[in-house]
């Protein structure tokens, strides 16, 4: 049986490395990136192989679209090595965040914030359809910061909007080719995202699983499992929406 392969931007840490685990544990082949990890890259590889899965790690830096082009060569490249021409499963994880106020922000800031998370998901995307296989998934990863404000993300919660809603369109104009698209909400989650505060910070840990209904902040784990259940076949018929993945926070 040939087995389904993932390609997840951002994997060499935090959730992406979380879904690649996850993934290559129920047999799904992977491709992932970074942008200058590549030794984190490289021992997600090798920890994918103990496993006794496949993957392999390309470098990818999401805000330069001139690279897809290359990029895709390369990836057109390594699924022959897989025995493939195309590949399932597309997740749009890369990014950055940012914490600026509305009258602190430079163009600069916003610039990279739509780079990185409108202007990448949405030309990667386009220049991989063609390596996507007909009845696959792309999955886009939003934040909860659509959801839930807080002083500082508004430029970064508005991209992530943006692309939540994007993903409608997508599910729409890809629904021929019976690829379904998807987006994840995380809440907040114990990663280095805006330079670790929810992860090493016991104050502000404290207080945000207070607004969770859980009771803790999440795991890299906790959103690894989902995208896994997600992409799974079991959830073929989600299509066009947004899964909400906080534990409940400021419900």
């Known amino acids: 049986m040939t087995k389904q392969i993932a390609l997840i931007t951002g994997a060499s840490r935090g959730l992406g490395r979380s879904m690649a685990l996850h993934l290559a544990k129920r047999g799904v082949v992977i491709i992932g990136t970074y942008r200058s990890a590549a ?42 090595r897989f025995g493939r021409q195309q590949f399932d499963f597309l997740v749009n994880n890369a990014g950055h965040g940012l914490y600026a106020l ?19 998901p949405v030309f990667l995307t386009q220049k991989l359809l063609p390596l996507i296989a007909d009845g696959g998934r792309i999955l ?9 404000t807080m002083a500082g993300y508004g430029l970064y919660a508005a991209a992530k909007a943006a692309i939540q809603t994007l993903t409608k369109f997508m599910a729409v104009e890809l629904g021929a080719r019976q690829i379904r698209v998807n987006t994840i909400a995380p809440g907040a989650i114990a990663t280095d995202f805006g330079g670790g505060v929810v992860r090493d ?28 259940a997600i992409l799974s076949d ?18």
């Open 201 to 228: 910070d016991a104050n502000v840990n404290a207080y945000v699983a207070g607004t969770i209904a859980l009771g803790r902040v999440g795991e890299p784990d906790d959103i690894g499992g989902a995208v896994a």
């Open 39 to 80: 030794a984190e890259a490289d021992t997600l590889r090798q920890e994918i192989e103990a496993l006794g899965g496949k993957a392999a790690m390309i470098a990818l830096d999401v805000s330069n679209s001139a690279s897809f082009p290359a990029f895709a060569e390369t990836v057109a490249e390594t699924l022959t």
């Open 234 to 251: 079991d959830m073929g018929w989600a299509n066009g929406t947004t899964f909400d993945i906080s534990g409940g926070q400021a419900i």
């Open 140 to 148: 886009n990863v939003s934040s909860g910061f659509v959801r839930v």
């Open 102 to 120: 509305l009258t602190d922000t430079t163009e600069e800031q916003f610039d990279s914030l739509i780079d990185t998370h409108l202007r990448g």
